[in-house]
């Protein structure tokens, strides 16, 4: 298994250049500073409730924390030059791609889990209890999300030939995923319909589509959906008439695993037939 060799290496080299500590902090300050927000400033959450809450941090530092690992992962190892010595070892393009994708994936992934245990910790002194299925269900939920993320990064990283462009489509991504996509829905119903929409009056069923396309809305989708199988969708609850699947929870999970596979493979397809002499 030469991706492993890879992987076991990438998340090496990522724990020595401290990378790996930096975003733990960061984690676990946003989970238990959240759940001791919640805890101390009300008492009209329950911790089911506060578990909820999690959410919100994580849309904001889980894809801001996932492309910062990966984004050069492939792209700034093409620009130094050292892909040359790494592809000359018993390694292929895609035991490169693979290794740097659960290399990277795990330190999003230890950092999650150091982080969810900070946030245990501080929910049980805060509320004596809370329902360990429903945080483990959001630490899970929390972990694909940053996998996914990974996974965007490092497609866009194996497509890049250069630091600065890997930078730029990093950037470029968060932007598109935390600002500009809310305005795409918006735009595309005011020229659907001549108005701007309005929840009272109910919305089309393709108007959550363009909302839950966006891989942090999928997320909390997904996850109230593990959380509650039987409950309906955040969305579906909004709907003007007919609920279609593509708003029921399950394919929000869809949704997020073509998000790692597609940019997955687009940025194997590209960086295979990449000229690296």
């Known amino acids: 298994m030469s991706w ?11 724990a020595r250049s401290k990378m790996l500590w930096g975003i733990t902090v960061l984690f676990v300050l946003a989970t238990a500073g959240t759940m001791f927000a919640v805890g101390s400033l009300t008492d009209e ?9 999690l959410s919100s941090p994580a849309t904001l530092l889980v894809p ?8 050069l992962a ?28 659960v290399g990277r994936s795990l330190v999003v992934g230890v950092a999650t889990v150091i982080a969810f245990i900070a946030g245990a910790i501080v929910l049980a002194v805060q509320f004596g209890s809370f329902p360990v ?10 972990f694909i999300f940053g996998i996914v993320f990974v996974g965007i990064a490092i497609g866009f990283s194996a497509m890049a030939s250069t630091r600065s462009r890997a930078m730029a489509g990093a950037v470029g991504l968060y ?17 659907a319909k001549g108005a701007m929409p309005n929840v009272a009056d109910g919305l089309p069923p393709w108007y959550f589509l363009l909302q839950i396309i966006n891989p942090k809305n999928a997320y909390s989708v997904a996850a109230n959906f593990l959380s509650n199988p039987s409950g309906a969708s955040p969305y579906a609850q909004l709907v003007n008439g007919t ?5 029921e929870g399950w394919f929000a999970l869809a949704l997020l695993a ?20």
């Open 4 to 14: 492993a060799v890879v992987a076991r290496k990438d998340f090496e080299d990522a």
């Open 45 to 53: 959450f329950t911790a089911k409730q506060a578990i909820g809450f």
């Open 64 to 71: 801001l924390a996932a492309l910062v690992v990966a984004y």
């Open 74 to 101: 492939i792209a700034g190892e093409r620009e130094s030059g050292s892909i040359k010595l790494l592809l000359g070892l018993p390694h292929t393009r895609r035991d490169v791609l693979v290794g740097k994708l």
């Open 133 to 142: 299925s429903d945080f483990l269900v959001q630490g899970v939920t929390t």
């Open 175 to 191: 932007f598109l995923f935390e600002l500009v996509w809310d305005i795409v829905p918006l735009g595309v119903y005011y020229l």
């Open 243 to 247: 609920v279609p699947f593509y708003l």
């Open 258 to 277: 073509l998000w790692l596979v597609v940019p997955v493979a687009l940025g194997y397809w590209r960086f295979e037939r990449a000229d690296i002499s």
